[in-house]
């Protein structure tokens, strides 16, 4: 079966980290671009950031430079997310998706999707 999840999503307290996974099966991720995208009830979705699919090129969100950090093993067939100095504006299901493209993400073009992962930052 052909499918992305997530995982790794949670409560945390404002300034908290977190690390989430993206693990893949049924296809190999190497010959896609993965991205993390996010959306809040209310909020548009939000492409969060995206990674080539050797890795060469990293793209962000003007919201979460210098705090989040997106990377991939091809070997594992994974993708993550770690997000650090979390704040109550990040609070949002995250979702992660593999664009064929290989150096950009799109969620129009992307083929798979994950289901999805809860993050929640509050005191």
């Known amino acids: 079966q052909v499918q992305l999840e997530e995982s790794g999503g949670g409560w945390v307290q404002p300034g908290g980290s977190l690390r989430l996974s993206c693990v893949a099966s049924?296809?190999?991720?190497?010959?896609?671009?993965i991205g993390w995208f996010r959306q809040s009830p209310g909020k548009q979705r939000e492409e969060v950031a995206c990674?080539?699919?050797?890795?060469?090129?990293?793209t962000y969100a003007d919201s979460v430079k210098g705090r989040f950090t997106i990377s991939r093993d091809n070997n594992e067939n994974t993708a993550y997310l770690h997000m650090n100095n979390l704040n109550p504006e990040d609070t949002a299901t995250y979702y992660c998706?593999?664009?064929?493209?290989?150096?950009?993400?799109?969620?129009?073009?992307?083929?798979?999707w994950g289901q999805g992962t809860q993050v929640t930052v509050s005191s």
């Open positions: 049924g296809f190999s991720l190497e010959y896609y671009a």
């Open positions: 998706a593999a664009d064929p493209s290989r150096n950009y993400c799109s969620a129009d073009y992307s083929d798979y």
């Open positions: 990674i080539s699919s050797a890795s060469i090129t990293t």
